[in-house]
C-alpha cells in the first residue's frame, strides 16, 4: 500500500535554553512581552512534518510519496530522504523562495517556543492529488499551508482516497470552518492532547460530536501514552519511557509514521499505537528529527520490556 504526506517541509534550526521558560514571564507584563534567551547551542537539521513522516515511514520499509512545496535549496535534503525510501518525484520547487524555515527553543522543562518561516511552502497549492499516478492508498494531509491543506482534502474526497487528518500546528491560526471542512470524513483524526482541546474549542463541538465525524481518532498524551478511538472501541496504550531524552522536537511525528506503518501492515490498534510510541522514543532520543536508526534487536528488546513478549513479535514481524 502506498501512502502519501501532503505537509509542510522545513529546515529545522533547534536551540537550548538552560533555564525555565515559565520562570521569564512577568504575568503583569504579558501584553508586551519583550525577552531574549541566551542558548547553548545550535542544531540544523532537516524537518518539516511531511520530511518527518517520509523519512520514518521510509526508514520503517515503507515507499512514502512526499507532496510538499520546496526551494532550489532542496538538493541535499531531497537525496537524503531519497535514499531513505522516500518518493520526492511529485516534489514542486519553487522559483522564487527558499524552502521553510522552523527555528524552535527547548527549555529545561522541555516547554518549546518556536516560530516558522513558510517560504516555499506557502506555494504548495500547486500540487494536485489528481496529478499522482498511482493513486495512494491513503494520503495524510498534515500541518502545511492551509490553502494545500484545504485543497488536497477536498481532493481525497473528490478521488475517494481515505485521508488522514492532522492539522496540529495550523489549529491556531484557522476557523471553525475551515477545520470542519479538514477534520470531517477523516478515516483518522490525529492531534495530541493539547491539539484535541483546542480542536473542541474552536469547533464548539462535543467529545462525542467531534468523534462522530470521524472513523478514528488517535490522541497522543505525552508520557502518558495515546488513546485511540475506533469503530471496534476505545483504546489506551501507555508511552515507552526514556531515561535518555534529548529533544521534544518531532516527536509527533513519528508517533504517526509509527502508528500508520502498523495498520498498513494489519496490526490491531493497541500494537499500532506501540509501534508508533518506540519510534517516538527513538527521535525524543536524538538532537534532530531525522537522525536516529532503526536496530531490529533493539526494537524486539524494549518492546517486549515495556509491553510484553507477544506485541514485540507481532509488530517485528511485519517490519
Request: aromatic fraction near 8%; include cysteine; proline fraction near 3%.
Amino acid at each position: 500500500m502506498t501512502i502519501a504526506v501532503s505537509a509542510s517541509v522545513a529546515t529545522d534550526n533547534l536551540m537550548t535554553f538552560p533555564g525555565k521558560f515559565s520562570e521569564q514571564f512577568l504575568p503583569e507584563h504579558l501584553d508586551h512581552v519583550s525577552l531574549s534567551f541566551l542558548v547553548d547551542g545550535l542544531d540544523i537539521r532537516r524537518g518539516g512534518v511531511a520530511g518527518n513522516i517520509c523519512f520514518a515511514l521510509g526508514v520503517l520499509g515503507e515507499q512514502p510519496l512526499l507532496l510538499g512545496a520546496v526551494g532550489k535549496d532542496f538538493g541535499d535534503y531531497q537525496r537524503w530522504l531519497e535514499d531513505h525510501g522516500v518518493d520526492c518525484s511529485q516534489v514542486y520547487v519553487s522559483d522564487t523562495a527558499a524552502t521553510a524555515r522552523f527555528t524552535c527553543t527547548t527549555d529545561a522543562e522541555l516547554a518549546q517556543i518556536a516560530s516558522f518561516y513558510p517560504g516555499a511552502m506557502s506555494e504548495s497549492a500547486q500540487i494536485s492529488l489528481h496529478d499522482v499516478a498511482p493513486r495512494p492508498d491513503i494520503v495524510l494531509i498534515g500541518a502545511g499551508d492551509p490553502v494545500a491543506m484545504a485543497k488536497h482534502t477536498e481532493e481525497a474526497r473528490e478521488l475517494g482516497i481515505p485521508f488522514a487528518a492532522d492539522p496540529s500546528q495550523q489549529l491556531s491560526s484557522l476557523t471553525r470552518d475551515s477545520i470542519l471542512q479538514l477534520v470531517t470524513g477523516a478515516e483518522y483524526l490525529f492531534s495530541n492532547e493539547y491539539e484535541y482541546g483546542l480542536l473542541l474549542q474552536k469547533t464548539a463541538l462535543t467529545a462525542e460530536e467531534l468523534d462522530a465525524l470521524v472513523t478514528v481518532r488517535v490522541t497522543t498524551l505525552g508520557e502518558r501514552g495515546a488513546e485511540i478511538n475506533t469503530p471496534d472501541g476505545r483504546f489506551f496504550v501507555g508511552a515507552l519511557h526514556s531515561d535518555n531524552i534529548q529533544d521534544p522536537t518531532g516527536v509527533g511525528d513519528a508517533f504517526r509514521a509509527g502508528f500508520l506503518t502498523a495498520r498498513l501492515r494489519g496490526l490491531d490498534w493497541e500494537n499500532c499505537a506501540k509501534l508508533g510510541s518506540l519510534v517516538a522514543c527513538l527521535v525524543l532520543e536524538t538532537v534532530g528529527t531525522q537522525e536516529w536508526v532503526w536496530d531490529a534487536e533493539v526494537a524486539r528488546q524494549r518492546l517486549a520490556e515495556r509491553y510484553d513478549e507477544a506485541s514485540a513479535e507481532a509488530i517485528l514481524a511485519v517490519l
